[in-house]
């Protein structure tokens, strides 16, 4: 399965200078969040891929203007053709806007899906839009990760770990690949395409 992750920048290339043929081997769409609502719903309406997606920090026009004809997978776990998507958008709590959590807020998010984990078995994707704690994350508040997506990852070993938050182009050595234990770590920051069967995906990521 070919999977196209977004996140914090709307592409050009996808958006204004759009060409169907870009997208037409990718089977799944998914946003780790800060992207233009009619963004989404434009990927959604003009390829064949369904979009799902988290919110970022920056998403609080999602209240009144959600993306349409995407799926929101917050705080649960999505199963799409046999993979399991877990879903835990937001950012670490640096002001009292939308979608930002303490630590303790989102270990009590993780504490409700237990059970919803159980049922399912685990979960084969990690979809964040914050990174988890001193894995690719930043030193200032805003872009600090949450250790409790490291609990997750070392308790359930999922293949995949997608989030964004923290800008490729910010500099500071932030990675687009990383390897976490068992999980794959892709920052998703603008775009990038990878296969979820792939063993070795560090060598065949794409920007598309």
């Not at 995407?70 to 009292?96: F, P, T, W």
Request: proline fraction near 3%.
């Amino acid at each position: 399965m070919k999977i196209l992750a977004i996140a914090d920048e709307e592409s050009k290339s996808l958006w204004e200078y759009y060409d169907k043929s870009k997208l037409e081997d990718v089977d799944l769409i998914i946003s780790c969040g800060d992207l233009d609502p009619h963004y989404l719903s434009f990927l959604v309406t003009l390829s064949s891929a369904p979009v799902l997606y988290v919110h970022g920090n920056h998403d609080g026009k999602y209240e009144k203007s959600p993306p349409e004809g995407c799926v929101c997978i917050e705080d649960q776990v999505y199963v799409h053709k046999g993979i399991r998507i877990l879903g835990l958008g937001g950012s670490m709590r640096y002001n009292a806007g939308n979608y930002q959590y303490t630590e303790r807020q989102m270990k009590q998010r993780v504490a409700k899906l237990r059970f919803q984990i159980f049922r399912k078995g685990g979960f084969d994707i990690l979809v964040t839009h914050a990174p988890a704690y001193q894995l690719n994350d930043g030193r200032d508040l805003t872009h600090q990760g949450f250790q409790v997506f490291k609990t997750l990852l070392e308790k359930y070993k999922p293949k995949f770990f997608l989030h964004g938050h923290v800008h490729l182009s910010y500099g500071g050595g932030h990675k687009r690949y990383d390897k976490y234990q068992d999980t794959h770590v892709i920052n998703a920051y603008e775009k990038c395409v990878f296969e979820f069967e792939d063993e070795n995906p560090r060598d065949s990521l794409s920007a598309l």
